[in-house]
T-cell receptor
Framework: DSGVTQTPKHLITATGQRVTLRCSPR?????VYWYQQSLDQGLQFLIQ???????AKGNILERFSAQQFPDLHSELNLSSLELGDSALYFC????????????FGQGTRLTVV | AQTVTQSQPEMSVQEAETVTLSCTYD???????LFWYKQPPSRQMILVIR??????QNATENRFSVNFQKAAKSFSLKISDSQLGDAAMYFC????????????FGKGTLLTVNP
């Protein structure tokens, strides 16, 4: 158990809909990262939050947004869903020490039908 | 931008034998970290081993060791005494030094362990 909790584990929704994925980081970790894993694109970094503020942005679509709340949990919002958004979405968290590593949650499997 | 390349989409090894997974990366940075992550069928991303670029000594974690060739930008993973539980997808990953903790992953190598 990595200590990072993601809910839900599975999500099936229709095209055009909006969903919210939730992540609770490890206790004490201030940074949260979101990654998308798909068959064609592999594992891609989407966005990072640090203590409530956006720190880095990767290949995140404009239809996607994220936030980190005061209690440090994070949510990834995906809207106007398309079939191609079907993927495994991972959340990871890390501390702030030099060289600190990221610990991953078990992921949310999103299927858009 | 940094890139990570894993040239072996699939590998197989006999139980108790040794296997080496390859990874090369491209960067102009001098301060960075390299990782190997394991993803079993459960989908969980599990950190196997990490290497700091400033360290010349190769990292070792039990049966897992790396061969870090900084000049060649190569970072291979050796698994000794392979076990059935080692069967998984293995990802090589790069992270810059400093405060940017974003990971750049390779495409992965699917390792099969034959009994």
């Amino acid at each position: 158990d990595s200590g990072v909790t993601q809910t839900p584990k599975h999500l099936i929704t229709a095209t055009g809909q909006r969903v919210t994925l939730r992540c609770s980081p490890r206790s004490g970790d201030l940074s949260v990262y979101w990654y998308q894993q798909s068959l064609d694109q592999g594992l891609q970094f989407l966005i990072q939050y640090y203590n409530g503020e956006e720190r880095a942005k990767g290949n995140i679509l404009e239809r996607f947004s994220a936030q980190q709340f005061p209690d440090l949990h994070s949510e990834l919002n995906l809207s106007s869903l398309e079939l191609g958004d079907s993927a495994l979405y991972f959340c990871a968290s890390s501390g702030t020490g030099v060289g600190t590593e990221a610990f991953f949650g078990q992921g949310t499997r999103l299927t858009v039908v | 931008a940094q890139t990570v390349t894993q040239s072996q989409p699939e590998m197989s090894v006999q139980e108790a034998e040794t296997v080496t997974l390859s990874c090369t990366y491209d960067t102009s940075e001098s301060d960075y970290y390299l990782f190997w992550y394991k993803q079993p069928p459960s989908r969980q991303m599990i950190l196997v081993i990490r290497q700091e670029a400033y360290k010349q000594q190769n990292a070792t974690e039990n049966r897992f060791s790396v061969n870090f060739q900084k000049a060649a930008k190569s970072f291979s993973l050796k698994i000794s005494d392979s076990q059935l539980g080692d069967a998984a997808m293995y990802f090589c990953a790069y992270r810059s030094g400093g405060s940017n903790y974003k990971l750049t992953f390779g495409k992965g190598t699917l390792l099969t362990v034959n009994p």
